[in-house]
Structure formats: C-alpha cells, structure tokens
C-alpha cells in the first residue's frame, strides 16, 4: 500500500485529505508543521507527499529544497497545497522542486486523481530503469540512473522535469502538444494542468541552457506545443 504524508497547520484540510485518500486505499501519514515533515520523510519515506506552503517552522519552500538536497529522499514526488494563489507563487514552488501544484479551496476528488497519476508515472519511471541512453546533441540522458547530463555536466531534475525531458528526447525534433506532453509527462491533459507544464518547461531551461544559447534546447510552439532542437 502506497503510503502518502500530508503536511499542513490546519487540521481540518489534514482530516478532509486524509479521510478521501484512505477511501482511496492509501496509507497516510501526517505533520502539521516542516520540521516534523522532513523527520518522517528521512524516517518512513513516504511514496508521496501533499505540502502546504504555509507552515510552522520551515515553510512549504524550505521543506521542498531540503528534501530534493538529500539524495536518500530527493526523488520523492512533491504536491504543493497552498492558498496562495499568485503565478509568482506557483513557479516558485515548482522551482524549488515541487511536481504539481493545487491551490485552495480544492476538489479532493481532484487532489486524489493527482496523486494517483503522479503516482503512477513515479511507479513507471522505477519499473523502466533499465540502461537505457538518450542523446540529442550534446544532451545525454541516463533512464537507468536517472540522470541528465549537457557535456558531462549533471544537470539535477526534478521527476516531474525527468519525465518531461525524456517525452521531449524520445521525439528530437517532432512538436509535442501540451495535451499530448502533459497527458505523457504529467499524466493529465493540459486543462487540468493549467499553467504547471509551462512552469515545469521554464525550470528545464534555466537549468539546461547555457548564457548566450541561442535558440533554447526547448522550443515552444506557439498555439500547439513543444519541441526539442538536436543542439551540438
């Protein structure tokens, strides 16, 4: 059974998550505060973890940073839970590693479908580690370690952006559209997605081009979708 932590101050939303995911046949874990959260991360690691931006302690952002810095957890799924609904706030929360992003108020229908699909594009990821090698230019991407690299450089990922870039590198050349790479990548079309793909699109950039990259390794598509270019 897969086994999710939900973290949040509010108790009432912590009972609501937790009551529509046990239906759902998931073990929860809890915290109601960041120091607690990255305890029972490093000590029961959970499948997958619901964050609230908005905690005691050390904040959503924090918790999110320290846990995609500590090798033995960072590959654990992250979906961010806040109120706070602002474009600058959402990217900020992908960047520091979040998967998704789910503001409040929210359909916990909804937030279960989310899970499940992250879930289940984690489980899939693990279950295909076999030494399998991408190469687009001078990009190389290790499916079996995980692992991106620009010129021998490591570039560190996100799951979310793993899944995004091997969608991309699996099809040099070819435009994607966002349903099709979100529906792939993400495991939910570009609709329920909202601006998440176009967040998790603008992190892959920062981190794999380089200043004076002229055009980016990610080409957007305008009105269809994306492309990655065979840059040497």
Same mark, same amino acid.
Request: charged residues 25%; glycine residues 6%; without cysteine.
């Given at each position: 059974m897969d086994r999710i932590l939900v973290v949040d101050d509010d108790r009432d939303i912590v009972r609501l998550v937790r009551s529509y995911l046990e239906?759902?046949?998931?073990?929860?874990?809890?915290?109601?505060?960041?120091?607690?959260a990255l305890k029972l991360l490093r000590a029961e690691r959970p499948q997958l973890v619901i964050l609230d931006l908005m905690l005691p302690d050390r904040d959503g952002w924090?918790?999110? +940073?320290?846990?995609?810095? @500590? *090798? &033995?957890?960072?590959?654990?799924?992250?979906?961010?839970l806040t109120a706070r609904v602002e474009d600058n706030d959402k990217i900020a929360g992908l960047e520091v590693g979040a998967d998704d992003y789910i503001t409040k108020p929210f359909n916990?229908?909804?937030?279960?479908?989310?899970?499940?699909?992250?879930?289940?594009? +984690?489980?899939?990821?693990? @279950? *295909? &580690?076999?030494?399998?090698r991408l190469e687009v230019g001078s990009l190389t991407l290790d499916i079996g370690k995980r692992e991106l690299t620009r010129d021998g450089v490591i570039i560190n990922l996100t799951p979310s952006e793993f899944s995004i870039i091997?969608?991309?590198?699996?099809?040099?050349?070819?435009?994607?559209?966002?349903?099709?790479?979100?529906?792939?990548?993400l495991g939910y079309g570009s609709s329920?997605?909202?601006?998440?793909l176009d967040s998790h699109i603008k992190n892959l950039r920062r981190k794999m081009d380089?200043?004076?990259?002229?055009?980016?390794?990610?080409?957007?598509?305008?009105?269809?979708g994306y492309r990655l270019r065979d840059i040497p």
């Open positions: 239906k759902a046949s998931y073990q929860v874990l809890t915290a109601y505060d960041g120091e607690t924090q918790v999110a +940073s320290l846990v995609r810095a @500590d *090798s &033995r957890i960072a590959a654990t799924p992250i979906i961010m916990p229908r909804e937030l279960v479908a989310r899970v499940r699909a992250l879930l289940r594009r +984690s489980q899939l990821q693990q @279950d *295909s &580690r076999a030494p399998v091997q969608e991309l590198m699996q099809n040099p050349g070819f435009v994607i559209t966002r349903d099709e790479l979100s529906e792939k990548a329920s997605a909202g601006r998440t380089l200043e004076g990259d002229q055009p980016s390794f990610i080409q957007t598509v305008h009105g269809i």
